[in-house]
């Protein structure tokens, strides 16, 4: 996969870009990720990327020439590769896993991040998305692109040491992860589960797919409305509702 950024501040990707899961994803070929600053590309001789709205109002917007002579330039230089082009924007489609898993299918990604007061309209004619980070907003679409690219790249074939750790995590499977531990069994008075020491797998299963129905039905409840629950999660469920309702009379 390649992912180009467009940005007045390419510093800040120094870092995050080549750390962790996106740094050893780099170092094996598997992702190339070109971070260009756009007010190099603007035929002002100040080099400015800003101007005052039409009709007036507060603050600035970035004009459209710069992002789009710098758009043009990665199309001059990937001819062949088919694009998806996405503009931080805070009244964008809200991203989520899905969206991510999306993405990772893509050959090539290109992330437009804002600054000041918003966009001269025109730049939306550029691109295939419009994505929030959530809502709320920031200084700028930095932050946003690298979250982004995170959730992204971790969904890359090859690029998790274990090919299954994406497929189980929390929102991919549509629900909440089950809960986890690791050695030592006991921890001051803290124990782990007998269930998952006595090596019946079957067992082990049935417990983690309970808790997962658990664990989202205590913090996330608006996901089980959404998820098909089988025969086994409607019997699973209706235990777990009944356990809560009794541990709440027990506090109350």
């Known amino acids: 996969m390649r992912i180009d950024v467009l940005t007045l501040f390419p510093r800040m990707f120094e870092g995050p870009m080549g750390e962790s899961i996106i740094g050893k994803a780099r170092d094996k070929e598997l992702l190339e990720i070109n971070v260009s600053n756009f007010r190099d590309f603007s035929d002002n001789k100040h080099h400015t990327v800003d101007d005052y709205p039409y009709g007036g109002g507060a603050g600035m917007l970035l004009k459209v020439q710069p992002i789009y002579d710098n758009i043009k330039a990665i199309e001059a230089e990937t001819p062949d590769t088919k694009k998806r082009v996405i503009l931080l924007d805070p009244a964008g489609k809200k991203f989520d896993q899905e969206l991510a898993e999306e993405f990772s299918q893509e050959e090539h990604l290109v992330f437009i991040c804002g600054h000041y007061e918003g966009y001269d ?132």
Do not use: C
């Open 121 to 252: 309209e025109r730049i939306r004619t550029l691109v295939t998305d419009e994505v929030s980070l959530g809502d709320y907003v920031l200084t700028g679409g930095e932050l946003g692109a690298m979250v982004m690219i995170d959730a992204t790249v971790r969904l890359l074939p090859e690029v998790l040491g274990n090919e299954t750790s994406a497929q189980t995590d929390s929102h991919s499977t549509g629900l909440l992860e089950h809960p986890q531990y690791t050695r030592p069994a006991e921890f001051k008075g803290m124990a782990v589960p007998e269930v998952l020491l006595n090596g019946n797998h079957k067992l082990i299963e049935t417990w983690r797919l309970k808790e997962s129905l658990r664990r989202t039905y205590t913090r996330r409840p608006d996901m089980l409305e959404k998820f098909p629950l089988t025969p086994e999660m409607v019997k699973l469920l209706a235990a777990v509702k009944k356990e809560t309702a009794a541990e709440n009379d027990t506090e109350n």
